[in-house]
C-alpha cells in the first residue's frame, strides 16, 4: 500500500470512527433526560386561577414538545435532543420555604433546569440563589420589574413581560377609548403587587391624561375576602375610571360582591388581570367592565396557528379553555425549547453547558401563542411583549364570555427601553414609546 | 352624613359575621377554657360545604329560597360531626393536661383540616353567588346594599338575643353559667360538665360552620379563608375578653366598626387598625373589656 492510500484509507477511517461517535452520542443524547423543575401555587388562595391552569399547560407542553406534537417551528421532538421530564414543586409556603425548594431541587433531585414562580416576592428571593447555582432559569409569571431593574443576571430569564406593561396599556386603553376621564380611583391589595401597580398606573395617567386626577386609593389587605366597606367608600362618590390588580379569589369576591350592589354601573371597572377569572365567573361577570391578561393571551390572543392549536389542545384535554398563566407556562416551555435546541446545536451534539443554554435564549425573538416574545431588557434576560385590552361582555346564545372593543399595543409602546427604569420612564412622559 | 351611614351600615355587616365565628370561638374558651385554633377550620368546612351544596340545590331546580335553610342545616350538620369528632375523639382525652398542649391539639386538628379541605375540595376556589343577589338590594341615598347583608346583621342580633335568653331565662342557661364562672364547683354541686363540654363543643362548631356557611355566597371559597377568619375572630375575644359573650359582641363590632372607619376615613392605615385597637385595649384592659379579675386559687 503506497503512503498516498495508506493517508487516505486512515482518513476515510477517521471520518467513520468520528461519524460513529457523534451518532452514538446524539443516540446518548436523545435518552438523556432533561430534568426541569416547574414552580407555582399548586394550593392555596392563587392555585384555582393561577397555578392549576399553570401546572395544566406544564403538562400538556412537556407531553407535546417530548412527543413533537408542537406546530411549527417547535416541531423536534425534545428540548435539545433530550426528553423532558418535569418534577412540579408547591410555591405556597413563603419565600424562605421557596429558597430551600430551589436549593433542594438542584442540588439534591438534580434538576437540569426550572421554570416557575407566580409571586413576585418568590422570584425575587430565588433568582440570586439560581445565579449562585449557576441553573438556567426561566421566571414565567411574576410581575415586579425589579427583579431585572436592579441586579445583572446570566443564568436568570422572564419571558412574560414585567408589570409596568401592564398598568401602562391599561393607561392607554383608558386614553385610547375613555378619554374625556376626569376622575380615577384604585382599589389595590396592600402589598409589593398592588402598591406597584397602581404608582404605575397613577404616574401613566398622569402622563397620557394629564388633565384627570386621582382619588384616594383604597389599600385592602390580600386575601381579605370581604370588601363591602370599600365598595360603600367608592359607592358615595364613584370615580369615573376604578383600577384594579386584583387577582385569584380576592378578584372573583369583589366583582361579586360589588356587581350585587351596582358598583360597575356608576364606575368603569377595569380589571388589569380581569382575563384570568372570566370562565370561572361567566356570565357572573358584568359586561362592560375593561379587562387585561397581562399580554395578549386567552380571550385577547392574536389567531395563530400556535395559539388555536394550544387553545385547542388544552381546552380538548381540560375541558376549559387557557388563560392567562397557561400561556405564560406554555410560552416558557417554547423559551426553554428554544435555549436547548439552539445550544445543542452549538455544543455540536454533546449535552450543552449551562452558559450555551443560556446563551441560546439571550436576546432572542421568538413566537409563542399569538404573541411575538422579544428578550429585549435586563440584557437580553427580560421580555417584552405587544399587550391588549377590551371590554367584556357576555354571550348568552354561545354561552360564553366574549371581549369586545379590543386594542392591542405594540410591545414597545408599554415596555419600556432597554437600560431605562420602569418608574424614571413613566415618569419622563414615556419617551421612545413605539405605539 | 352619607359616609357616617356608610361607616355604620358597614361596620355592623362586618361585625355580624365576625360575631358569628367569635361567638363560638368564645363560647367555647368559657366553658372548655380552650383557646380551639381549629375553629378557623370550621368556618372554613361550612363555607366550602354550602357553597358545594347551594350549587347542587340550584342546578337542582330546587325551590330557590331553600337554599336559606340549606346553610342552616350544613352549618348544623357540620357542628354535630366536628364536635364528637373532636370533642369526644380527641380533647377528651387531653382534659387535665396543661393548656398550652391543648392549644397544640387544635392546632395540629387545624392543619389537618386544612389538608382534608384540600384533599376533598381541591385548589380550586368555589362560590355560590345566587343567595346574595336573592333577597335583592335596597337604597340609601347613592348606596345600594343587599339585603343578604342587612340580613345576616339581623342573623346576629337574633343569635346574641338568643345567647342571652338560653344563659339567662332557662335552667340549662344558668348550669352552663355556673360551669364558666367555676367548673370545679359546678362539678362538685352535681352539674354534669362534660355533658356540657360536648354540647358546648357542638354549639360552637356549629356557630363557626354557620359563620361560613352564611358567608360563602358572598366570597370566593379559597384554600386559606380559614387562617383569615381565625385571626380576626381571635382580636375579638381578645378584645372583648376570653370567653365574654358580650366581650364578643361588643369585640365584633369595635372591629367591623374601626375597619369601616378606617376605610372610610383613613384608607392607609386600614390593614393594622383591627390591631391598633387591640393594643389599647390590653394596655388598659389587659383581660379583655369584658373580663372581671379572677380571685387568685390558692
Request: hydrophobic share 50%; charged share 15%; with cysteine.
Amino acid at each position: 500500500m503506497s503512503i498516498k492510500n495508506l493517508l487516505r484509507g486512515t482518513s476515510v477511517a477517521a471520518c467513520l470512527v468520528a461519524g460513529a461517535m457523534t451518532a452514538i452520542s446524539g443516540a446518548a443524547q436523545a435518552q438523556e433526560k432533561l430534568k426541569v423543575g416547574v414552580v407555582g401555587f399548586y394550593t392555596g388562595a392563587a392555585a384555582g386561577p393561577f397555578g392549576i391552569p399553570a401546572r395544566n399547560a406544564a403538562e400538556l407542553m412537556v407531553e407535546a414538545i417530548n412527543a413533537g406534537n408542537v406546530p411549527a417551528p417547535y416541531n423536534t421532538k425534545g428540548a435539545g435532543g433530550m426528553e423532558i421530564e418535569a418534577v412540579y414543586i408547591d410555591e405556597s409556603g413563603g419565600t424562605t420555604k421557596q429558597v430551600t425548594e430551589y436549593r433542594n431541587m438542584v442540588q439534591r433531585q438534580g434538576v437540569d433546569a426550572v421554570i416557575g414562580y407566580i409571586s413576585s416576592g418568590s422570584c425575587l428571593a430565588v433568582a440570586p440563589v439560581a445565579e449562585e447555582l449557576k441553573t438556567f432559569t426561566i421566571l414565567f409569571d411574576c410581575g415586579t420589574p425589579r427583579i431585572f431593574e436592579d441586579a445583572d443576571y446570566q443564568y436568570v430569564f422572564r419571558t412574560s413581560a414585567h408589570a409596568t406593561m401592564d398598568s401602562v396599556g391599561a393607561a392607554r386603553y383608558i386614553a385610547t377609548k375613555f378619554g374625556d376621564t376626569k376622575t380615577y380611583q384604585g382599589i389595590n391589595q396592600n402589598y409589593a403587587w398592588g402598591q406597584d401597580s397602581w404608582r404605575d398606573f397613577d404616574l401613566a395617567m398622569q402622563s397620557v391624561l394629564p388633565g384627570s386626577e386621582a382619588a384616594e386609593p383604597l389599600w385592602p389587605k390580600i386575601f381579605q375576602g370581604q370588601y363591602g366597606a370599600e365598595i360603600s367608600r367608592l359607592s358615595v362618590s364613584p370615580p369615573e375610571v376604578l383600577h384594579t390588580s386584583f387577582w385569584g379569589g380576592d378578584l372573583e369576591s369583589f366583582i361579586l360582591q360589588s356587581s350585587a350592589r351596582s358598583l360597575h354601573k356608576r364606575t368603569k371597572m377595569l380589571l388589569t388581570t380581569g382575563e384570568s377569572v372570566t370562565q370561572r365567573l361567566g356570565r357572573k361577570l358584568p359586561d362592560g367592565v375593561i379587562i387585561g391578561a397581562r399580554g395578549p393571551y386567552g380571550i385577547l390572543a392574536k389567531e395563530t396557528e400556535l395559539s388555536k392549536w394550544l387553545s385547542q389542545t388544552f381546552a380538548d384535554r381540560f375541558g376549559t379553555k387557557p388563560t392567562f398563566p397557561s400561556y405564560h407556562m406554555a410560552q416558557a416551555f417554547i423559551a426553554m425549547k428554544i435555549a436547548y435546541d439552539n445550544a445543542a446545536a452549538a455544543s455540536g451534539g454533546s449535552k450543552p453547558s449551562v452558559d450555551d443554554v443560556a446563551a441560546g435564549l439571550r436576546h432572542k425573538t421568538f413566537e409563542a401563542f399569538g404573541t411575538t416574545i422579544d428578550m429585549k431588557l435586563g440584557k437580553g434576560q427580560q421580555a417584552i411583549t405587544p399587550t391588549a385590552y377590551g371590554i367584556a361582555k357576555w354571550d348568552s346564545d354561545t354561552g360564553e364570555q366574549t371581549i369586545t372593543d379590543v386594542v392591542t399595543y405594540p410591545a414597545e409602546c408599554v415596555n419600556p427601553p432597554a437600560g431605562v427604569n420602569s418608574v424614571d420612564w413613566i415618569k419622563g412622559g414615556m419617551q421612545g414609546a413605539k405605539c | 352624613m352619607l359616609t357616617a351611614t356608610a361607616i355604620l351600615i358597614d361596620g355592623l355587616i362586618e361585625a355580624s359575621y365576625l360575631f358569628l365565628v367569635a361567638l363560638g370561638l368564645t363560647l367555647i374558651f368559657g366553658v372548655m377554657k380552650i383557646l380551639n385554633v381549629a375553629h378557623g377550620s370550621f368556618y372554613a368546612f361550612g363555607a366550602y360545604a354550602s357553597a358545594t351544596a347551594i350549587g347542587w340545590w340550584f342546578a337542582s331546580g330546587f325551590p330557590d329560597y331553600g337554599s336559606f335553610a340549606l346553610m342552616f342545616a350544613i352549618a348544623i350538620g357540620l357542628g354535630i360531626i366536628f364536635g364528637l369528632l373532636l370533642e369526644v375523639g380527641l380533647l377528651k382525652r387531653m382534659y387535665g393536661k396543661d393548656e398550652v398542649i391543648i392549644v397544640l391539639v387544635t392546632f395540629a386538628s387545624f392543619l389537618m383540616l386544612e389538608d382534608v379541605i384540600i384533599w376533598i375540595w381541591g385548589g380550586n376556589a368555589y362560590f355560590a353567588f345566587e343567595p346574595y343577589s336573592l333577597l335583592g338590594d335596597i337604597q340609601f341615598g347613592t348606596l345600594f346594599y343587599s339585603n343578604y347583608d342587612l340580613a345576616l346583621i339581623g342573623l346576629a342580633v337574633a343569635l346574641a338575643a338568643g345567647t342571652w335568653l338560653l344563659l339567662n331565662r332557662t335552667a340549662k342557661g344558668r348550669l352552663l353559667l355556673a360551669v364558666i364562672h367555676d367548673t370545679e364547683m359546678a362539678a362538685a354541686f352535681g352539674i354534669n360538665v362534660k355533658r356540657y363540654f360536648t354540647v358546648t363543643f357542638i354549639i360552637g362548631a356549629t356557630l363557626g360552620c354557620l359563620g361560613g356557611a352564611v358567608m360563602a355566597p358572598k366570597i370566593s371559597v379559597a384554600p386559606g379563608i380559614g387562617v383569615e377568619v381565625i385571626v380576626l375572630a381571635f382580636a375579638i375575644v381578645v378584645i372583648g375578653g376570653m370567653g365574654s359573650i358580650w366581650g364578643a359582641i361588643i369585640g365584633a363590632l369595635v372591629v367591623g366598626l374601626a375597619r369601616a372607619a378606617a376605610v372610610h376615613l383613613l384608607p392607609e392605615v386600614e390593614l393594622f387598625v383591627i390591631y391598633a385597637v387591640m393594643t389599647l385595649v390590653l394596655i388598659f384592659r389587659p383581660e379583655g373589656l369584658f373580663m372581671r379579675q379572677k380571685a387568685r386559687k390558692i
